[in-house]
């Protein structure tokens, strides 16, 4: 059925495929770039991502002019500045972005200040706030879960408040996401685990949420196929090719799929566990994930169902939900990714500083059921 | 219906808002919990872009203010797109959340402060609009107890006084 209403952009090119890599100074030179500020970190540094990047450029126009790779994980207003003093600094002019959400999220959050000229990232907070013209912006993703390579959405911590800054703006695509498998395959298995459960529960979220749309589902669902046909073997035998690409792909069309329908109670809980406890995203999503589904149940039912066979069960709810757990007992056995948040390392008494923080995340507004404190707690306690 | 009939129906809906605010902030200890948490002197607006009708509440001492048309200093702004997008939420035929599912309204500021505001917006919902209208627009819509229903018939029947005298605020 056609929603009431609805939108849709995804104005990113993408970019998929062996040795995709070797597009960037070709992109470049498209999008009239020569001088590439990279941004990393040192995780993706170490496993030598950042000399393949540096490979490419030999024999072509445009150079790297500078790599930054302090990026701090869940991104930060200080690295943001010093990106962007980085970038006049070494006279940049595009931003490159390799790495997970982090990375990716920090040159977002450059991008603002650069357009902007402020410092201020707290000032451009909310939805579609700034509407200067960016620098050209491409991303090489190196985990295959956030789908930050081609969503709307940044989310930055605020040093100083210590708060999550959300900003959302169609400025904030990405011109050009490159997937290409070999930029994937260093991740280590608890990290490819987690990051795809990110990817699963955007996919699933997206589908089940007030936004979802012709589009956005159309996405979430071939995100969910690829997502159960190859995490498995991406995690045993981080070495396939074939797989690591079709998990790119996969987080690709889940964050598309998501930055059109938004996501859900999940989500909320999950950065609300990040923001309190500090566990990694994909972690939290992979615990809260059937418990969210359940509790979705009386008002999703329709749509879990439906999402049954794309998971390769049944077209019940307890079909999906039972696909779900499945999959995350398999990741269990194989690389320890937990399946409590108490296994996760949240303790009892956080609970309620998780749940008042939850409320007030976004993510609740797209939820079908509607989410109090007690319902929050609720979900909590029943995963810990 | 032109424009400047919905623009006046708009306006006149944020007025009978602007007043219910005040009068619910003042007397139901939900929307009391719900403040406690805002710092002094925080404040939200809601109107429609470029240059519609407006209003803005601050939280000063625990309850909640009209601080006039228009926008004045606020920290949340829920903007609506246009005349019409602000009419369907404010006339009841959608819910305020489905007014964001369907980038009816943007949110400006702190995600969640606006979350905060929103949650105070359906609580004077709750108050201010008809039982059918609440069934359709609440994810859960809300049970009533007596001393609910004692607030309802509250807010209603001084609401024409508010609002001559919150009009009078220009
Ligand atoms: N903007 C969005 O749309 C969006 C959506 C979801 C999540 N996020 C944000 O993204 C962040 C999480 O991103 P993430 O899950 O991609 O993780 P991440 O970017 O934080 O990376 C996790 C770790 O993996 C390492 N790593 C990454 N790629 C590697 C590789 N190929 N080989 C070896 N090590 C590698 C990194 O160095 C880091 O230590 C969170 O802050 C979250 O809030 C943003
Ligand atoms: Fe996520």
Known sequence: MIPEYYEFACPTKIISGFKALSNLPYEMSLLGAARALVVTDQGVAGAGLIKRVHAV????????????????????????????DAYRGHECDCLVAVGGGSCIDTAKGALIVLAEDSADLKAYQGAERFNKPTCPFIVVPT????????????????????????????????????????????????????????????AVEAYCSLQKNPMSDAFSQAAIR?????LIDCVRNGGDEQARLAMANAALFAGISFSNAMIGVVHALAHACGGVCRIPHGVANAVLLPWGMEYNAGKAGDALAALGPVLGADATVTGAIGAVRDLRARLGELCGLPETLGAAGVEAEQLDAIARVAIDDGSVTYNPEDVTYDDALGILKNAL | MGYRAKKAVVAASLLALSTAFETVSKRSPEMRAEIARWNDGRAFAMGVLPRGPAITMRNEGGRLRYAGPGYHDPDVKILFKNVDNALLPLTGRIGADIAFVQHRAALHGEVAHGMQTSRALAIVQTYLLPGFILRRTFKRPPRLSARQWFLKAWVMGTLPFGMAVNFAKR
Not at chain 1, 177 to 186: E, F, G, Y
């Open chain 1, 57 to 84: 450029f030999e024999g072509a126009d445009g150079v790297i002019g500078a790599v930054y790779d302090e990026t701090p994980v869940d991104s930060g207003s200080e690295a943001v500045r010093a990106v962007a």
């Open chain 1, 226 to 230: 690829l997502i159960m046909r190859h």
């Open chain 1, 143 to 202: 985990t295959a879960g956030t789908g930050s390579e081609a969503t709307l959405a940044a989310v930055i911590r605020d040093e100083a408040t210590r708060t999550k800054m959300a900003l959302t703006s169609y400025r904030l695509f990405p011109d050009v996401a490159i997937l290409d498998p070999k930029m994937t395959v260093t991740m280590p298995p608890h990290i490819t685990a987690a990051t795809g459960m990110d990817a699963l529960t955007h």
